[in-house]
Structures are given as C-alpha cells and as structure tokens.
C-alpha cells in the first residue's frame, strides 16, 4: 500500500452539474476524513469516518454535499449542484484508531467550478 | 472555538539563512503535527510531537511543543531552496478531529 489516493486529480465542471470524488484510505486506517482547501488557507474539515460510521459532519457542509463509505474501505464525496464557491481542493486522510491520530494525506482532488 | 496561529504568514529569505516559524493558540492540544505542502499537492507529514516540551530533530528542521502543549515551532537550519512550501501546523485535542492552520509559506532564494 502507497498511501492514500483520491481520483480524479483535476474536475473542471459547470456550475450546477454534480461531481463524485473517491478517496481510498491506507488499508489498515479505520479513520477517514476529508478536507476542503482554498488558496491561501489551511485544510478545513468536513467530515469523518470511523469504519462505515458518519460520526461527524461540519457546517461547512451543506446539504449539496453528501460522503459516504459503504463498506468501511473507500469513501466518496459528492457535491451536487455545483456553484463557483465549491471550487477548492478536496483532500482525503486516513488516520489509525489508536496512536497519536496524526493523519496522512492523499493528493487532493483539485475542482474547478466554470 | 480552537485557533491555530501561525506567523509570518510568509517568509523570504536567503539560502543558507536560518529560520523559525510559530505556531499558537489558547488550546491544549493532545498531539500537534507539522505538514509540508507544495503546490497542487497534498500536505505530507513531518512530524508528530505529543509531550509537553518535546524537541524533535528531522534533518535540519527542529520542531519543539510548547511545555502546556499550546504552540510549537519549527526551526529549519541553513535552508535550502528544496525547502520552499507551505508548513502546516494540526492539532488534536484528544477527540478524533484534527485542525489546521493558515500555514507559513517559505520561499528561500538561491
């Protein structure tokens, strides 16, 4: 395993079609996050995973916005109706249930919205 | 609401200079770690510190947590032009969630 790795790399859609990204976790992490980054600032968090388990959503999450991780393994992040404010980079981490829950970070999926 | 500072906000300087970066805030933290972020990138880890008064070595970056676990800083010894990016500093403050800060940007001059 390599690490954590989020597909597409890049999105460019209009606004008001919906977008999908995947992130998969390092495989032996039950903890999933995913972060949202705009220029100049550092990862906000969204939301978080403990195996399967949505135990947190931010506010900053709306309900255009919904993650999912079915089986505990991948997760996907889906925004629908997309507008120009959506545009950022998504990040993905995984983080281990015990230890000091330093989280790894995958490349991120950058999106632009047109 | 927990706040990370951290300043400068960004930072030019010579290669072979030497540099610190702070990282602050009014919360006790659990564990706080230093990430590094290049452009179009995701951040990558540099270091976890956990114990109030820790000092850790990675090369010739220096990190140290403060004694009440509140603010830590990075000490980068004749910086190369290879250490230009972003430094993030995170916090967890025992529960499973981890904040960021805005990050320092470094740009060092060859």
């Known amino acids: 395993d390599t690490g954590v790795s989020q597909d597409p790399r890049h999105k460019i859609t209009k606004r008001g079609q919906n977008v999908t990204f995947r992130c998969d976790p390092i495989?032996?992490?039950?903890?999933l996050y995913w972060y949202r980054q705009t220029l100049g600032q550092g990862p906000e968090f969204l939301t978080y995973?403990?195996?399967?388990?949505?135990?947190?959503k931010s506010r900053l999450l709306s309900d255009r916005f919904s993650a999912e991780r079915p089986k505990g393994s991948f997760s996907t992040l889906e925004i629908q109706r997309t507008e120009q404010g959506d545009s950022a980079m998504y990040l993905c981490?995984?983080?281990?249930?015990?230890?000091?829950?330093?989280?790894?970070f995958g490349q991120g999926t950058r999106l632009t919205v047109v | 609401t927990q706040l990370l500072e951290q300043s400068p906000q960004f930072l030019s300087i010579q290669e072979g200079e030497n540099l610190t970066v702070y990282c602050n805030s009014s919360?006790?933290?659990?564990?706080l770690q230093w990430y590094r972020q290049e452009p179009g990138e995701g951040p990558v880890l540099l270091v976890t510190?956990?114990?109030?008064?820790e000092v850790k070595k990675l090369k010739r970056l220096t990190f140290q947590f403060g004694d009440a676990r509140k603010d830590s800083s990075l000490h980068i010894t004749a910086a190369q032009t290879g250490d230009t990016g972003l430094y993030l500093c995170?916090?967890?403050?025992?529960?499973?969630?981890?904040?960021f800060g805005a990050g320092t940007r470094l740009f060092v001059k060859a």
């Open positions: 981490a995984s983080s281990p249930t015990t230890g000091s829950a330093e989280a790894f």
């Open positions: 919360s006790v933290f659990s564990s």
């Open positions: 995170a916090g967890n403050t025992g529960g499973f969630k981890t904040i």
């Open positions: 495989s032996e992490h039950n903890r």
């Open positions: 995973f403990q195996n399967e388990a949505q135990l947190e």
């Open positions: 510190v956990v114990t109030g008064g």
